[in-house]
C-alpha cells in the first residue's frame, strides 16, 4: 500500500522513489518492451489526442515534472493499488517513464495532466499511441545546398513519396562532411510509411537516407 499522512508518510522521502537511468541505450530498449511506458512532451493544448503536436521538452522542464510528481506521490493518500515504476530519464526532447502496470501508467498521466511551468502544459504518451514520436535524422547531401529550410526539402520529398508530412519537427541541424544532418521529431505512422519504402524516398533527383534513432 502507498503511505498516507500518517506517521508512515514521514518515512519517505523523494530518494526512495525509481533513480533515473544513466544508460540511454538501456532505457530506450526497456521503453521498447514496455507495454505501459509513456514519453513525455510539452503541448499547446490542454485536450488529450493521440495526434496533437508533440514539442520538445528540455531536461530542465523534466526534472521539474519529476518533482511536482514525486511530491504528489508521498502526499497523496487512498491509492489503493501500488504505484510501479522501473525507471525514469529525459532523453533528447522527451522525457520517458517506464511505468510497470495500466494503474501506474494512468496515475502518472493523470499527474502530469495537471502540471503547467511557465504557462507551458505537457502530456504523456503512450508507446502504442499511433501518434508516438520517434527520434530520425536524415542526411541532406551537397546537391541540395541551394535548398535553405530542410523540412520543406523533406517535407516534399515525403510528399512526392505519397506520406502525408505535416507532422514534422525539426530539432536541430548540424554540419558534416556529408552535407547537412537534420535531426527530427516523426510521428510513428510516419516512419512506418517511411519504413514500408524500403528508403525509396527522393528530393528531387537525390535520394534520403533515413536513420530511425529509436524503435
Known amino acids: 500500500m502507498m503511505p498516507d499522512r500518517g506517521q508512515s508518510a514521514k518515512k519517505f522521502k523523494p530518494t526512495d ?6 544508460n540511454s541505450a538501456k532505457i530506450l530498449a ?32 523534466f526534472t521539474e515534472i519529476m518533482a511536482v510528481i514525486n511530491q504528489k506521490w508521498i502526499e497523496q493518500s487512498g491509492f489503493g493499488e501500488n504505484l510501479r515504476i522501473e525507471g525514469s530519464e529525459w532523453h533528447k526532447d522527451r522525457g520517458i517513464i517506464l511505468c510497470q502496470d495500466e494503474f501506474s501508467r494512468k496515475w502518472i498521466q493523470a499527474s502530469i495532466d495537471e502540471i503547467s511551468i511557465g504557462g507551458r502544459f505537457f502530456k504523456a504518451w503512450s508507446t502504442g499511441d499511433t501518434g508516438d514520436v520517434i527520434d530520425v535524422s536524415v542526411i541532406l547531401g551537397p546537391a541540395l545546398d541551394k535548398c535553405p529550410d530542410p523540412r520543406v526539402v523533406i517535407s516534399k520529398a515525403l510528399e512526392n513519396a505519397g506520406i502525408a508530412a505535416s507532422n514534422i519537427e525539426v530539432v536541430n541541424v548540424t554540419s558534416s562532411n556529408e552535407g547537412r544532418r537534420v535531426g527530427m521529431l516523426l510521428d510513428g505512422q510516419t516512419v512506418q510509411a517511411i519504413q514500408a519504402k524500403n528508403g525509396k524516398i527522393f528530393a528531387g533527383l537525390t535520394q534520403l537516407n533515413f536513420s530511425i534513432n529509436d524503435f
Do not use: D, R
Open 17 to 22: 522513489l525509481p533513480k533515473p537511468a544513466q
Open 30 to 61: 526497456q521503453l521498447k518492451n514496455c507495454p505501459f511506458g509513456v514519453n513525455v512532451y510539452q503541448t499547446k493544448s490542454t485536450k488529450y489526442t493521440a495526434q496533437q503536436q508533440k514539442n520538445p521538452v528540455t531536461e530542465k522542464e
